[in-house]
């Protein structure tokens, strides 16, 4: 895929975003958070992402009748720090969690459990049982689930928490397999195109009252929006046969999920939710007219361009007649451009020693990241200005599934994540997100507790 270089193609907020990003970068390297003893740090726009949250309100507002309930609840994995949480709460949004990590961390943000969801594919019945006692609204993903919630219902009476299904349209994947949740062997929800599998979810719906929700996710990056679109469709018009067979309206709300994808090769903002909203609009009339409440799941989109992460380049260097920027940022914050490098291309944008944009004619050079072992590289074969040592190298749209969700990978340490935004005075302010990992944490994390442990674990059966 060809990348285009990261100021071509803006749109207006891609120049405002751009203009946050550099002031940021270099402030962060005036005050220290970014240099020779901090020489990687994860950076988010806090304009950026309150901008995000109130586009994707203001596109479902535009599209649904006057009154409908609209539940936007971020996906926790793309970005899992509870500041950012707090940040969406604040912003109208809620949670969907996919483990008790992330709907703890979705608590300690102070998101209501009005405005939480629970779709992992594995949720163990102690987890189902929480998050009932929470009143968090849960999807069964499959008939074994369902009967752990039916002993649930069961033994404390209706639910206070929402429930519903996850199904699966089985209508194909995107451009990258491994995100594309739609095909017909997915692991995720019941296939209904599986032979009885319709049918059996209309009998689920029909024998127990307290079932009011469907939930289908198309997939995550490289979705097609006509996919995304007829993954809604199925979804919606299996709402309305359960709800024509059950003589009432017990499907009450639809949880069309996430997928938005962002465009890593250029700043341009699309798809925008709003193009989204209008598609869904043409392609589902009934999904906005009032009768159904809507939940949507979105996270790369409203997160992955306010995050960027910057890294020091500690050495430069050839090799073969390649150029290498060796930096801090490689498989640690980056595994899936790190280890599926054509599917998930990063952009890289080149700052000098104080962080100012760097000029000079592009040269050919490898972005290479700390980890021992050779693909670990954030960019290969890049024309970017030659980045010489002391400078930073910055990998762009990475404030979904990148920093925000460490690999500890040769025991890096986390690297602190800071928020920005203008301090009204012309200047940046900053906030702490998530301090960095001491080296001590590292240790303290991989056993050092119990570093005796095996030297002195006997055998004490007899033989
Ligand atoms: C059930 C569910 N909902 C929402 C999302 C978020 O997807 P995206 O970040 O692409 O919007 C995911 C991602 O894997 C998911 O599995």
């Given at each position: 895929m060809g990348l285009k270089g990261a100021?071509?193609?803006?749109s207006e907020d891609g120049g405002q975003r751009i203009g946050r990003r550099d002031d940021a970068v270099r402030a962060a390297v005036e005050r220290g958070l970014?240099?020779?003893?901090?020489?990687i740090v994860g950076l988010l726009d806090v304009t950026g992402i309150r901008a995000s949250a109130a586009e994707l309100r203001r596109a479902f507002e535009a599209v649904a009748a006057p009154g409908t309930a609209v539940l936007h609840a971020?996906?926790?994995?793309a970005t899992p720090l509870v500041p950012v949480l707090r940040l969406l709460a604040e912003a109208g949004l809620g949670a969907e969690v996919a483990s008790a990590g992330e709907l703890a961390l979705a608590r300690a943000a102070g998101v209501p459990a009005a405005r939480t969801v629970f779709d992992a594919p594995a949720k163990t019945g102690p987890e189902l049982r929480e998050a009932l006692a929470l009143g968090v609204a849960v999807n069964a993903d499959n008939p074994q689930e369902l009967r752990r919630l039916d002993a649930l219902v069961g033994a404390g009476?209706?639910?206070?928490s929402p429930l519903g299904i996850r199904v699966n349209p089985q209508i194909g994947a995107g451009t990258i397999g491994a995100t594309?949740?739609?095909?017909?062997?997915?692991?995720?929800?019941?296939?209904?195109?599986?032979?009885?599998a319709r049918e059996w979810v209309v009998q689920a719906f029909t024998e127990r009252p307290w079932l009011t929700r469907l939930h289908a996710h198309v997939g995550?990056?490289?979705?097609p929006l006509s996919l995304l679109a007829r993954g809604v469709a199925e979804t919606y018009a299996l709402a309305e046969e359960i709800n024509a067979r059950a003589g009432?309206?017990?499907?009450?709300?639809?949880?069309?999920?996430?997928?938005?994808?962002?465009?890593?090769?250029?700043?341009?903002?699309?798809?925008t939710f709003a193009q989204y909203a209008r598609l869904l609009a043409e392609a589902v009339?009934?999904?906005?007219?009032?009768?159904y409440g809507l939940v949507t799941e979105f996270g790369r989109s409203l997160l992955a361009r306010h995050g960027t992460v910057v890294a020091r380049v500690e050495y430069a260097k050839h090799s073969g007649g390649r150029r290498i920027a060796v930096t801090h940022a490689g498989v640690q914050v980056a595994p899936r451009t790190v280890y599926v490098p054509g599917a998930w291309p990063l952009r890289i944008a080149a700052y000098d020693a104080k962080g100012r944009p760097k000029e000079g004619a592009p040269v050919v050079q490898d972005v290479a990241?700390?980890?021992?072992?050779?693909?670990?590289?954030?960019?290969?074969?890049r024309a970017l200005p030659p980045l010489e040592q002391g400078d930073f190298a910055a990998a762009l749209d990475?404030?979904?599934?990148?920093?925000?969700?460490?690999y500890s990978y040769n025991s890096l340490a986390r690297p602190g994540v800071y928020g920005f935004a203008p301090d009204g005075d012309g200047g940046v302010a900053f906030a702490v997100v998530r301090e960095p990992q001491t080296v001590a944490e590292v240790v303290a994390e991989s056993g050092g507790a119990h570093a005796d442990a095996l030297t002195t674990l006997r055998a004490t059966g007899s033989r």
């Open positions: 100021d071509n193609d803006m970014l240099g020779p003893d901090a020489p971020f996906a926790v994995k009476g209706p639910a206070s594309s949740t739609a095909t017909a062997t997915s692991k995720f929800g019941v296939g209904l195109r599986d032979a009885g995550s990056q490289g979705i009432r309206r017990q499907v009450d709300t639809l949880d069309i999920g996430g997928g938005l994808s962002v465009d890593f090769a250029s700043e341009a903002a699309e798809p009339p009934g999904l906005f007219d009032g009768r990241g700390p980890a021992c072992f050779s693909g670990d590289l954030l960019a290969e074969g990475t404030g979904a599934y990148y920093f925000g969700s460490h």
